[in-house]
């Protein structure tokens, strides 16, 4: 079973075959500025974003505004600890799920005493986590141009942290903050080079749904609220 | 003609009738595309410039597709690499043994699925359940689908015909719940039978939206968590993914995404964009044990060996040129009768399962090119419809048509004759003979629901050689220059 | 300019009036206009239904036809787009592959040659009422003609254009599609027919009479009040 993979020299003999007349290109990319026809260069096509990291910041957290993302910025460590401890009472939270790392560490012995912390290290019991009433992760970047949070499997406690539980916290700084998605995969890859997580993921607002009759509705399934702490570069 | 071949046609031809007389379901259905077209438009005018992305990205897609070999055999390479395992399916029957027997081997009891349409193409979920599988459907839409024993009628919007009185009311049959007319309470419904079943599953099944080549990986886009729960939680996940959905480089993504969600939603971004290179790393904590990806060919080699219509593989299922259809926003999805409804499933299914039993779907179109005109990958798709139904003539010519034809080109290639014709009868008149009380009878299905436009006093030709001639006396007289 | 119009066959037979008002305005326009008699169809029907063959006998007729025209000028954004976009395709690697090509490349349809080649956009025209401009599927998508008919209207006085919200969506012609599946025709000619009628207009006005047939018969059929107008004759009448 192991060593079964099935039709594979067929269907490449069939791709083969199949490919030995060309097919036209009906619709060749426009050459940029540069002059170059090269795919890379969609990037000046995509909706722009502004180069300071100010326009940056204006940008997402417009989008975060729509996409009912609640940014938040803290000037330090203490304003995020008091603004979960905030969140916790508000929700009446009795557990949070969160993994260990320099942003979240200093955090766990700030948590209220009536919030009972379940840390992500090595492996969890399933139903535990399903329980928890919150996910506390970190996060390799976030994105300008989409809004979006940028989570790997080694930087946010795994696959399933940042969208089980039904109150997903994200705690960056705002130096995290890239321009479009060509950045965040660029910097993905001079970070990880070879040996990327598992996954990655980019988080775009609260889970949603707009099954029923295309209206939205939040939290179909992973969270229904999703919090970024914006802490200073 | 047999009867088995006539069968899809036939289908198709009372449902449309049906479907296109049924004026509620049709407004439900205009009413939910109504956001759609607005949100599409707002967000697509964010591009710098549109065009030159969706270029962009049919480039991308044409080199993908036109080495296709290549970059399948990268993306195995790097990804049996990191521990993936890969199966190459040429057909249903193979794909769907493959897991059924993995799922045995394994000891697997209960499966969850996230959205696959390839799932829908081999009727994998009624080959795991008769096995005695428990197999539940995780996008909320598809669970909805799959309570009520249908298929999705969008390949998108797989619930998209329903409105919130009837899935409360199956809600309330099936799941015993109280019944709510409020679209988020349904939805909590559906969001607490399902959390249950990613804890409790073992296997998870998941489509892809893209292969990456260069680094091994399959991404998937959703708006809901629940593609993120399938692959995270249960200790083997399956993708079952279509050979062609292949791009050449992770970052190629950056434009992908945007112009999926943007056409597909008028989204700047789907709620999730994740990318898998493999089942759980050293090191990491969760994450399945096994990740078996099973291409799946079922006759995309067919379609890739025409070159004129290969382009027809760069489709990215964004739904776009189902949401500006008007057929389809008239006769639903379900009349298609096909895995891919709309005109992109017009186009790819006669390729899939055969020229002859779906032709039909090529000559139920207007040809008015929304779909061409909104596809962000450029796919010419309704020109492919002309070809098909060209293909479909020259392999098996239906003989009264032909006739028709014939008779056609014979009068209109003899200007004269034609001329003479015109003077006695107007010219739906003259070739009614050869199809009066046929179905194909013209003035008959012309007038069952609408007005003839009046006969008018002479013809073009003849007022244009009478202003000739009058003009002629004018100059003759010296009236004119 | 000498000018050649091709006026298809529906629009010869049933709605001369059209074919007569391009005359006006181009002899107006002090353009001499030619009519070669000897044309027929396009060959649109076969063609779209998939028969190339008997499509090609015709298309090879009007090819001669017009074979020493300078321009040729059509009053259908549909039979000018069967010219313009499809012979170059029906014909290639067929012998007459480069006549097919010369007469796409001289063929205009009737508002962008008044518009983009002739450059004129005020006809002196003069036109009582309210009306709206319906978009013909091949003229839009496949010539791109969108503003050359809209600025050519907003030149007629009297004449108050309001846009339906439908503009761009198919009428439901398509041909013989209209009778292959008269039930989703009639259906998609429906939802057009209303959006017109949302818009309170008296007029219909378009640059292609296949579609105008179509909305015409659905109207006459169910509604009464709205007429159709093909653009040539509003900007014919003064
Ligand atoms: S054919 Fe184009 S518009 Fe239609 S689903 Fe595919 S990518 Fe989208």
């Known amino acids: 079973m192991n060593q079964n993979r099935g039709d594979r020299e067929a269907i490449l003999g069939r791709v083969r075959e199949a490919l030995r007349e060309e097919a036209p290109l009906k619709h060749p990319a426009e050459r940029s500025a540069g002059g170059e026809p090269t795919t890379a260069h969609f990037r000046e096509w995509l909706p722009p974003v502004g180069a300071s990291i100010d326009e940056r910041f204006a940008l997402f957290a417009k989008l975060s505004e729509s996409l009912r993302t609640e940014l938040h910025l803290?000037?330090?460590?203490?304003?995020?600890?008091?603004?979960i401890k905030k969140l916790a009472e508000e929700g009446n939270w009795k557990t949070i799920a969160l993994h260990t790392g320099e942003l979240i560490s200093p955090l766990i012995l700030e948590l209220p005493p009536q919030l009972s912390p379940l840390l992500l290290q090595s492996g969890y019991d399933k139903d535990e986590l399903e329980a928890c009433d919150a996910g506390l992760t970190e996060c390799d970047l976030l994105v300008a141009q989409t809004g979006s949070v940028c989570v790997t499997s080694k930087s946010a406690g795994g696959r399933v942290l940042s969208v089980l539980p039904p109150h997903h916290i994200v705690v960056a700084r705002k130096s995290q903050l890239v321009t479009d998605l060509t950045e965040a995969y660029a910097s993905l890859a001079t970070k990880y080079r070879d040996a990327y997580p598992s996954m990655i993921s980019f988080i775009t607002g609260p889970s949603r749904t707009g099954d029923i009759e295309r209206i939205l509705v939040l939290g179909a399934h992973g969270p229904k609220r999703l919090t970024v702490l914006l802490l200073p570069s | 003609m047999s009867t088995i071949a006539d069968l899809p046609r036939q289908q198709f031809q009372s449902d449309a009738n049906r479907t296109a007389n049924d004026a509620p379901r049709r407004a439900a259905v205009r009413r939910a595309l109504s956001n759609y077209q607005t949100a599409r438009d707002r967000t697509g005018a964010t591009f710098t410039d549109w065009k030159s992305a969706r270029a962009s990205a049919a480039t991308i897609k044409h080199e993908a597709v036109n080495h296709l070999d290549r970059y399948l055999e990268e993306f195995e390479q790097k990804f049996t690499a990191r521990g993936g395992k890969v199966f190459w399916a040429t057909d249903s029957k193979q794909a769907r043994d493959y897991i059924l027997n993995l799922a045995k081997e394994k000891g697997v009891r209960s499966?969850?699925?996230?959205?696959?349409?390839?799932?829908?193409?081999?009727?994998?979920?009624?080959?795991?359940?008769?096995?005695?599988?428990?197999?539940?459907?995780?996008?909320?839409?598809?669970?909805?689908?799959?309570?009520?024993?249908?298929?999705?009628?969008?390949f998108v919007f797989p619930c998209m015909h329903l409105r919130r009185d009837e899935i409360s009311d199956l809600f309330h049959r099936e799941l015993g719940t109280a019944k709510t007319d409020s679209p988020e309470e349904l939805t909590m419904i559906a969001r607490n039978v399902l959390r249950r079943a990613y804890v409790d599953a073992d296997m998870g099944i998941s489509g892809g939206n893209f292969i990456v080549a260069d680094t091994g990986m399959i991404s998937i886009t959703e708006n809901e968590g629940n593609a993120r729960l399938t692959v995270g939680l249960p200790k083997i996940h399956v993708a079952l993914i279509g050979i062609e959905k292949v791009v050449p480089c992770l970052a190629d993504l950056a434009l992908f995404l945007p112009m999926l969600a943007t056409a597909g939603t008028g989204q700047h971004l789907t709620g999730y964009n994740s990318m898998y290179g493999g089942p759980r790393q050293p090191g990491e904590i969760d994450g399945p044990e096994e990740f078996h990806v099973v291409f799946l060919d079922n006759h995309r080699t067919r379609l890739l060996a025409d070159p004129e219509q290969r382009d027809a593989l760069h489709c990215i299922r964004c739904g776009a040129c189902l949401n500006v259809c008007p057929i389809f926003k008239n006769i639903g999805g379900h009349t298609y009768g096909t895995t891919?409804?709309?005109?992109?499933?017009?186009?790819?299914?006669?390729?899939?399962?055969?020229?002859?039993?779906?032709?039909?779907?090529?000559g139920a179109s207007s040809l008015c090119g929304a779909c061409t005109e909104t596809c962000p990958v450029g796919i010419d798709i309704h020109h492919h419809l002309l070809h098909n139904r060209r293909n479909a003539a020259a392999q098996k010519p239906a003989a009264g048509e032909q006739l028709l034809w014939k008779a056609f080109s014979f009068l209109m290639k003899r200007p004269a004759l034609y001329r003479l014709a015109t003077k006695f009868a107007p010219l739906g008149g003259l070739l009614h003979p050869l199809v009066e009380g046929t179905a194909m009878d013209p003035v008959a299905s012309w007038t069952a629901t609408r007005e003839f436009p009046a006969a008018p006093q002479g013809s073009f030709r003849e007022r244009f050689?009478?202003?000739?001639?009058?003009?002629?006396?004018?100059?003759?007289?010296?009236?004119?220059? | 300019?000498?000018?050649?119009?091709?006026?298809?066959?529906?629009?010869?037979?049933?709605?001369p009036n059209v074919g007569m008002s391009m005359v006006h305005i181009l002899e107006r326009l002090g353009h001499s206009v030619d009519f070669p008699e000897e044309q027929t169809c396009c060959g649109q029907p076969p063609f779209n239904s998939g028969y190339w063959e008997e499509a090609r006998s015709v298309a090879v007729k009007q090819i001669e036809v017009f074979k020493n025209a300078e321009v040729v000028i059509s009053g259908s954004g549909s039979c000018g787009a069967m010219f313009k976009v499809f012979y170059p395709e029906l014909f290639h690697g067929h012998s007459a592959e480069a006549e097919a090509k010369a007469?796409?490349?001289?063929?205009?349809?009737?508002?962008?040659f008044l518009v983009n080649k002739l450059g004129v956009t005020d006809l002196g025209a003069r036109f009582e009422g309210r009306a709206t401009f319906h978009d013909g599927c091949h003229g839009l998508r496949e010539l791109g003609t969108k503003q050359a008919p809209r600025e050519l209207l907003s030149h007629v006085k009297g004449l108050e254009l309001v846009e339906m919200s439908e503009a761009e969506t198919c009428c439901g012609f398509g041909?013989?599609?209209?009778?292959?599946?008269?039930?989703?025709?009639?259906?998609?000619?429906e939802v057009k027919c209303n959006s017109i009628c949302e818009t309170k207009a008296d007029?219909?006005?378009?640059?292609?009479?296949s579609c105008l047939m179509q909305i015409g018969g659905w109207l006459n059929r169910n509604v009464g009040s709205v007429k159709c107008l093909h653009l040539a004759e509003v900007l014919a009448s003064r």
């Open chain 3, 103 to 112: 007469l796409s490349a001289k063929t205009w349809e009737f508002s962008e």
């Open chain 1, 74 to 83: 803290c000037a330090d460590m203490a304003e995020v600890s008091a603004f």
């Open chain 2, 340 to 362: 891919y409804q709309g005109p992109i499933g017009s186009v790819i299914t006669p390729h899939f399962r055969g020229l002859e039993d779906w032709k039909h779907l090529s």
């Open chain 2, 465 to 481: 050689r009478a202003h000739k001639a009058a003009k002629a006396e004018l100059v003759k007289k010296g009236g004119v220059q």
């Open chain 3, 1 to 15: 300019m000498r000018v050649t119009l091709f006026v298809p066959c529906f629009i010869d037979s049933l709605y």
């Open chain 3, 175 to 189: 041909g013989t599609f209209a009778v292959k599946y008269p039930q989703i025709s009639t259906a998609m000619a």
């Open chain 2, 111 to 154: 499966i969850v699925k996230s959205k696959a349409m390839t799932g829908e193409e081999i009727h994998l979920n009624e080959a795991l359940i008769k096995e005695g599988y428990a197999v539940v459907e995780s996008d909320l839409g598809e669970y909805i689908q799959q309570l009520k024993g249908e298929p999705p009628y969008h």
């Open chain 3, 203 to 209: 007029y219909v006005i378009s640059n292609d009479s």
